[in-house]
Each structure stands twice: as structure tokens, then as C-alpha cells.
């Protein structure tokens, strides 16, 4: 089955730099990859989402990219604010009728003031 | 956009006692529901699988009689803890999803059982 690898754990950035986060994916029949923002006690929230026939999807200060080949997605945060600290869970799917993700750890990331 | 509510938010139980959680889609019918546990610091941990109107599917090591899923409705699925003691104690949330839309997630329920 398939297995969702995140690094790294724990993220500490300065405020107005950039985070990246990467995941990595062991079945290559997976084709939709979203990226979740959990706050201390509250849902997770999609913030980003990608499908396997693109590579690279941006949406203001955060994008995703894609690498099928390699087996690999990561998600880029430019511009950091304090309001960017959560944790992050990378996921993958099959798009199919019932679409079970397959979670990573998760990344705590820190911005610093 | 789609909006999932879980209820209750937090509850605390004796040990012996059931609880149960409700996940509700409130503008959407939710073809099919999953209920995860969080532990803290962790990731979120697939329970089960619920499609209306058929048995949930639990993932390997939950017990099913211990945690029993009903999918009555399309709006609708309800999670009970039975007889809960307390290494259940854990964050549960739910997540809905309607046919090929993204996921979307219940606020949590906060269980502590004393």
C-alpha cells in the first residue's frame, strides 16, 4: 500500500524567509496530493492541492511541486509571517470514487520574529 | 463552501460510560465520511471508512464493536465510543466528502475519559 514520508519534523524559519516542507510517496498509481494546515486543537484545513498531471501549482505565498518521477512533492512557503506557524500534513490519494488519503507525520513550523 | 460540523466539541466521561459523536454536512451530502484519531504531536489516523446506508470499513487494529460507525444519512454519521476507558481519551475528527470534491473536516471532538 501506499506510505507517505515528511520531513522535516520540525521547521524553525525567520519571519519573511521562505520553509519548504517534502514529501515523498511510495505508489506511483497515486495522483493527488494535498497539503493540510492544523492549528493547535482545530481541524485540518486544505490550503493547496495538486493532481498528478501538473507539476507546479501556486497560490499567492504558498505553491506545490511535483515530481512524478521521483516520487516526490513539496510544499514552498515564500514570505513567512507568524501567522504561517502550524503544523503541516503532506497526504496522498488515488482519485477514485473512494478517495482515502494516506497522511504524512506532519511538520511543526515555527516562523521566528 | 462546504461546511462540516462535528458535536460535540469536548466531553469528558467516566470510564464505562459510551460517547457518542455526530459529524453532520450541513450544505452537502456526503457521500462518504472517514473518522480519524489524533494523538497529540501526531498525524491523523484513519479509523474507518463510512458510505451511506452500508457497514463502515475499519482499518486494521480498530475494533469495530469498540467504535461503531453509523451512516444512517447522507448528511449524517455518528461515531460511538462504547464502554470507553481511558487510553481512548484522544482528539477524533471526522471528514466529509461529496463524490469527487476534496476532503472536507469536523472541528474535532476533544474526549477525555476519566
Known amino acids: 500500500g501506499e506510505n507517505v514520508e515528511q520531513h522535516p519534523s520540525t521547521l524553525s524559519v525567520q519571519e519573511g524567509d521562505s520553509a519548504v516542507i517534502k514529501c515523498t510517496y511510495s505508489d506511483s498509481a497515486s495522483n493527488y496530493f494535498p497539503w493540510y494546515k492544523q492549528e493547535l486543537g482545530k481541524r485540518p484545513q486544505l490550503i493547496i492541492d495538486?493532481?498528478?498531471n501538473v507539476g507546479e501549482k501556486k497560490d499567492q505565498r504558498i505553491a506545490v511541486t511535483l515530481n512524478k518521477t521521483a516520487k516526490h512533492f513539496s510544499l514552498h512557503i515564500t514570505e513567512t509571517q507568524p501567522e504561517d506557524s502550524a503544523v503541516y500534513f503532506c497526504?496522498?490519494?488515488?482519485?477514485?470514487?473512494?478517495?482515502?488519503?494516506?497522511w504524512g507525520a506532519g511538520t511543526k513550523l515555527i516562523i521566528k520574529p | 463552501g462546504a461546511v462540516v460540523s462535528q458535536h460535540p466539541s469536548r466531553v469528558i466521561c467516566k470510564s464505562g460510560t459510551s460517547v457518542k459523536i455526530e459529524c453532520r454536512s450541513l450544505?452537502?451530502?456526503?457521500?462518504?465520511m472517514f473518522w480519524y484519531r489524533q494523538f497529540p504531536k501526531k498525524s491523523l489516523m484513519l479509523m474507518a471508512t463510512s458510505n451511506e446506508g452500508s457497514k463502515a470499513t475499519y482499518e486494521q487494529g480498530v475494533e469495530k464493536d469498540k467504535f461503531l460507525i453509523n451512516h444512517a444519512s447522507l448528511t449524517l454519521s455518528t461515531l460511538t465510543v462504547t464502554s470507553a476507558h481511558p487510553e481512548d481519551s484522544s482528539f477524533y475528527i471526522c471528514s466529509a466528502r461529496a463524490g469527487s470534491s476534496p476532503l472536507h473536516f469536523g472541528n474535532g471532538t476533544r474526549l477525555t475519559v476519566t
Open positions: 450544505d452537502f451530502q456526503a457521500t462518504t
Open positions: 495538486i493532481r498528478s
Open positions: 497526504a496522498a490519494s488515488f482519485w477514485d470514487s473512494n478517495y482515502q488519503l494516506i
